[in-house]
């Protein structure tokens, strides 16, 4: 117990230090100056469209992962590994690549007036990148986590696959998939070294807090660790709670 | 009527079965572990592609591999399964997982009497967590039957539950089998199970099938030394140019030449087994279990036994033989040692 507290204590220093750092009167000019939560509101937007986004393309294929029904699993999971393992920064470097405007599919986005470079989508764009390995990884393990049998006998009592998918395999991960959502949600409103390349503007609150502390110092900075901090928690708190739940129903 | 005739290939042999099961009979296949009894089952319920076969179940055409080749997908065969694990899903309510079936639509007066009937009725609202191994079987029961499958199949469903409630879920299984009427088949290598359950007992073994037959029939009069070791005759004695089956249970002491062959030889050992004895009982080169009502003499005696009406094996092959060599019934072996 004492140990736990102990590294419980030592993990929360960052954020213990962050509330004995702040001064009300800091907060309260930092916070309300002209526009200063815009940076909020880009924030908590591109993270629930890097949600959606992550939820509808990267959930079917963490199942056909989990499935094991891929040919070569070991390339799939690498592919999956490799994104993970590219520091953040190098991926905005290498979206460039891909999306910037001299790329085909910036082109394309031109053609359709519109920009992967310094716009909401680019910022879309680079939280889904930074988040995806987290929360696919996360998302598969949730769907390993069923047995297939069950998938199975659903079949035979007259499921067609993608029923079953809904009515079964869906709602036995879902504690599991809320849990990689949060993370996933977690990096997406963290997200720095992607965003700093391709979507410096609009300003999420992580770039916020880098600008005001190279223009007005460390003081003026922290009130935004601290908004992140209380807007990013309830989602994976609330996930945290629903699963608990969940399993506790399912205890009977 | 489900008829199936399939090949399908497992890693160490063929399965080559040809069976048909009328509307409300109950077949029990019977054979060892590994001998193809569930590949049998998936196949025909549509979870393994055979290799050829043609399947029919109530006049429709479930596989067929020659032309007009057909596969129906497993979730239109109708075909239930009820396997080892109840495979009740646990996110949803007792209730909710007997009306999971698209094609259930219980009136609430219908639920309520298929749940008293297989005793499940304060369990409507329970979690499957909540359940116990005989409950959660009922309710998987309880769950193919409001689906109103074509056929039923349980494959080994009674592992690990204890000996009474088998017996309630056999009986159970077996009286609605014959109410609704749909063909049933029981996977089980316990032969006792496959008794009480079937009206016909088919015994397959590595991907064969030996012997298909009454269930007395398969038991008294195997078809080759392979099924009669299958279904528990654990001595084989030579007797002239053919081996005759003793299976411990159809052993008597005391020498009745008119009900079977005698044989004398020398206990080896003894011990109590159930509310009598286990002996064995060494005649020539061959020794053999027997179960008797009385404590048998202590090892080292002599001891005569009639073993009743055995089946006899030609000595080299593996077919039945007609009938007890030299056409005598009483064979004393020489006594041992």
């Known amino acids: 117990m004492a140990g736990t507290g102990i590294i419980w204590l030592a993990l929360l220093g960052p954020v213990i230090a962050l509330f004995t750092h702040l001064s009300w009167h800091a907060i309260t000019k930092s916070l309300t100056a002209p526009g200063a939560l815009d940076p909020l509101l880009i924030s908590v937007e591109s993270g629930l469209v890097t949600l959606g986004v992550l939820f509808v393309i990267c959930t079917p294929l963490a199942w056909t992962l989990a499935r094991g029904k891929l040919p070569f699993p070991r390339v799939w999971e690498t592919g999956v590994l490799c994104s993970l393992l590219l520091p953040p920064l190098v991926i905005g470097l290498l979206l460039v690549f891909l999306v910037g405007p001299y790329t085909p599919i910036g082109s394309l986005l031109a053609h359709l007036h519109q920009s992967a470079t310094n716009t909401f989508l680019a910022l879309v764009i680079a939280e889904v990148y930074e988040s995806a390995p987290y929360y696919i990884l996360g998302a598969q393990s949730a769907f390993a986590g069923v047995e297939p049998r069950l998938e199975q006998q659903a079949g035979l009592l007259g499921d067609r696959p993608r029923r079953v998918f809904r009515r079964v395999t869906l709602p036995l991960a879902a504690p599991g998939l809320a849990m990689s959502l949060s993370i996933a949600w977690a990096r997406a409103m963290g997200a720095f070294g992607a965003v700093v390349i391709i979507a410096y503007n609009p300003m999420g609150i992580p770039l916020q807090i880098f600008t005001t502390l190279q223009e007005t110092g460390l003081a003026s900075a922290l009130p935004y660790a601290l908004v992140l901090l209380v807007v990013a928690l309830p989602l994976p708190l609330a996930a945290y709670i629903w699963s608990a739940r969940a399993g506790r129903r399912r205890r009977g | 009527m489900l008829d199936a005739d399939v090949e399908v290939d497992r ?4 399965v080559r079965v040809a069976l048909q099961v009328a509307p409300g009979e109950r077949l029990a296949l019977f054979g060892p572990s590994g001998a193809g009894k569930t590949t ?17 179940l109530g006049g429709r055409v479930l596989t067929s591999t020659a032309p007009p080749v057909r596969d129906v997908p497993p979730w239109q065969r109708r075909v239930g399964l009820l396997r080892q694990d109840p495979g009740l899903f646990p996110h949803l309510s007792v209730r909710d997982n007997l009306c999971y079936a698209p094609s259930a639509s219980p009136s609430e007066a219908e639920l309520s009497s298929l749940a008293s009937l297989l005793g499940i009725e304060p369990l409507l609202a329970a979690m499957p967590a909540r359940l116990s191994g005989g409950q959660a079987h009922r309710v998987a029961l309880g769950r193919l039957l409001l689906a109103h499958c074509d056929t039923l199949f349980l494959d080994e469903p009674y592992t690990g539950l204890d000996a009474s409630l088998r017996r309630t879920l056999t009986h159970l299984v077996a009286s609605l089998v014959a109410e609704r009427s749909v063909p049933a088949i029981l996977v089980t290598h316990e032969l006792a199970d496959a008794q009480a359950f079937a009206d016909r007992l088919a015994v397959l073994d590595r991907g064969a099938l030996l012997q298909v037959g009454a269930p007395d029939e398969v038991v008294l009069r195997p078809a080759s030394r392979r099924v009669a070791e299958l279904v528990g005759y654990l001595g084989f004695v030579p007797s002239g140019r053919t081996v005759a089956g003793v299976h411990p249970e159809r052993v008597i002491p005391g020498a009745f030449g008119d009900r079977g062959l005698v044989l004398t030889g020398t206990v080896t050992a003894s011990r109590p087994a159930g509310a009598g004895w286990e002996a064995d009982l060494r ?7 027997c179960r008797l009502a009385d404590r048998p003499p202590a090892s080292g005696a002599l001891f005569t036994v009639t073993a009743l009406d055995p089946p006899y ?7 039945p033989a007609t009938g007890p060599a030299e056409g005598g019934q009483t064979f004393p072996e020489q006594v041992a040692g």
Not at chain 2, 11 to 14: G, I, K, N, S, V
Not at chain 2, 41 to 54: D, M, N, S, T, Y
């Open chain 2, 11 to 14: 890693r160490e042999f063929t």
């Open chain 2, 40 to 56: 049998l089952l998936e196949v025909i319920a549509g979870l393994v592609p055979p290799r050829r076969g043609h399947i029919e």
């Open chain 2, 283 to 289: 005649t020539g080169e061959a020794v053999m279990t």
């Open chain 2, 313 to 319: 094996f030609a000595a080299e092959e593996d077919e």
